[in-house]
């Protein structure tokens, strides 16, 4: 799922005159020594990351990034005694940044698909982006939701699948904003997102509605395997792919990754997406 957000950030850039907004932090201490020494990135002495602001997945407050993948990126940064430089753009320019090497990596959610593996170098998976149902009484199966008015948003995995389990009382919608609107004013019975996404519009609206990962449903390819995050690269940096992956696996072991999730609003079992599996 790629979702369909439109965001701002307090330093859109042209590709054409990509500058650094700043690091996130003052710097590794001198005497750092780096997990994986002698790494070249674009920039010598940062991590340079091209993003935009999604939260819970990525947070922007000025030079600082937080969420999921900011905190991530921040403890693989500090691994390698880098500075965490942060490039926010509009959401089409973000992973092109990456590809033109402009940034060393690519934040925001991006799913590892088949197209991407054909022209990028995709670092992960990260983390599972679990399929939620949201509502008032806790639904957890796509089978209680029978006859009932469900949303998703365009763009979305499930969107067809879903089509034909709910036919006319499936509603879709051009923003998750509009989504959880209509959940709000009980327009609708049920909402269908990510579980991150559905924990943070449910923490702005006060905590009201129930959020429950969806059971699975061979209907529903996402129940069964939810689509897995990466950090889309340049083709080439074959040592940078490679501190980045072990890093992350650094962080699933330490049990560290499952409190990022648990930190942010999502299932800490979404830590551990399993093999690499290219959707497309």
Same mark, same amino acid.
Request: net charge negative; glycine share 10%; with cysteine.
């Given at each position: 799922? %790629?979702?369909?957000?439109? !965001? ?8 054409? =005159?990509?500058? =650094? ?64 430089? &942060? ?28 197209? %991407?593996?054909?022209?990028? !170098? ?8 679990? /399929? =939620?149902? /949201? ?12 006859? %009932? ?15 034909? /389990? ?52 061979? %209907? &529903? ?26 890093? /992350? ?8 990754? =499952? ?22």
């Amino acid at each position: 799922m %790629r979702k369909i957000v439109t !965001t701002t950030a307090g330093c859109v850039l042209a590709l054409s =005159a990509l500058t =650094a907004c700043g690091s996130g932090s003052d710097g590794p201490d001198s005497d750092c020594e780096p997990a994986h020494p002698d790494l070249k990135t674009v920039t010598n002495g940062a991590l340079t990351v091209s993003t935009y602001n999604f939260p819970p997945f990525v947070m922007l407050d000025g030079t600082e990034m937080s969420g999921v993948e900011g905190d991530i990126l921040n403890e693989i940064a500090e691994m390698e005694c880098l500075n965490l430089t &942060v490039q926010p753009l509009d959401t089409g320019s973000v992973i092109p940044a990456a590809q033109n090497r402009r940034t060393d990596l690519a934040a925001g959610d991006w799913y590892c698909t088949k197209d %991407r593996s054909e022209v990028l !170098t995709l670092a992960g998976p990260v983390y599972g982006d679990q /399929i =939620a149902i /949201i509502s008032d009484d806790g639904a957890s199966t796509f089978e209680a939701l029978q006859g %009932r008015t469900v949303g998703t948003v365009e763009g979305y995995l499930w969107n067809d699948e879903l089509q034909v /389990i709910y036919g006319s009382n499936l509603k879709v919608y051009p923003t998750p904003a509009a989504e959880y609107a209509d959940l709000q004013s009980g327009r609708l019975d049920a909402a269908i997102d990510s579980f991150g996404s559905a924990s943070y519009a449910n923490e702005q609206n006060g905590g009201s509605w129930k959020i429950e990962l969806a059971e699975a449903d061979p %209907r &529903v390819g996402s129940s069964n395997d939810p689509g897995q995050v990466c950090f889309p690269m340049a083709n080439g940096n074959e040592s940078l792919l490679t501190a980045i992956n072990e890093n /992350i696996i650094s962080l699933r072991e330490s049990g560290r990754l =499952a409190e990022i999730m648990e930190e942010n609003g999502l299932d800490p079992s979404a830590a551990d997406p399993g093999p690499l599996n290219l959707i497309g």
